[in-house]
């Protein structure tokens, strides 16, 4: 049974960043995609990055401002957010796909088979 635990959200102001953790226990690196993903309200959940034995994968709208990251040997991924935008405002979910998928899969269709509680992100203008 895979758990994921995020933290590190909160508010900041525009500009600004955030690192985002989640701590996984149940896999190995080996054998599961992880991604995180947010949903902000009123609005459908939408894939940010993933990432699977160093490949990475980002959303368009996070290209180049986020960064992910993975520890193996924690078992641990982190998201680093830079430049944050009103509009990256949202809840932040830590997500594992075991069998693992290609990042790219995973972000864009969504294909997770576990997921982290969330955790908030609020950018101020």
């Known amino acids: 049974q895979v758990q994921l635990v995020e933290s590190g959200g909160g508010s900041v102001q525009a500009g600004g960043s955030l690192r985002l953790s989640c701590a996984a226990s149940?896999?190995?690196?080996?054998?599961?995609?992880m991604g995180w993903f947010r949903q902000a309200p009123g609005k459908d959940r939408e894939g940010v990055a993933a990432i699977y034995h160093g490949y990475t994968y980002y959303a368009d709208s996070v290209k180049g401002r986020f960064t992910l990251s993975q520890d193996n040997a924690k078992n641990t991924v982190y998201l680093q957010m830079n430049s944050l935008k009103p509009e990256d405002t949202a809840m932040y979910y830590c997500a594992a796909a075991n069998p693992p998928i290609a990042p790219s899969r995973m972000v864009v269709t969504s294909r997770v088979d576990y997921w982290g509680q969330g955790t908030q992100v609020t950018v101020s203008s």
């Open positions: 149940g896999y190995t690196y080996r054998s599961a995609s």
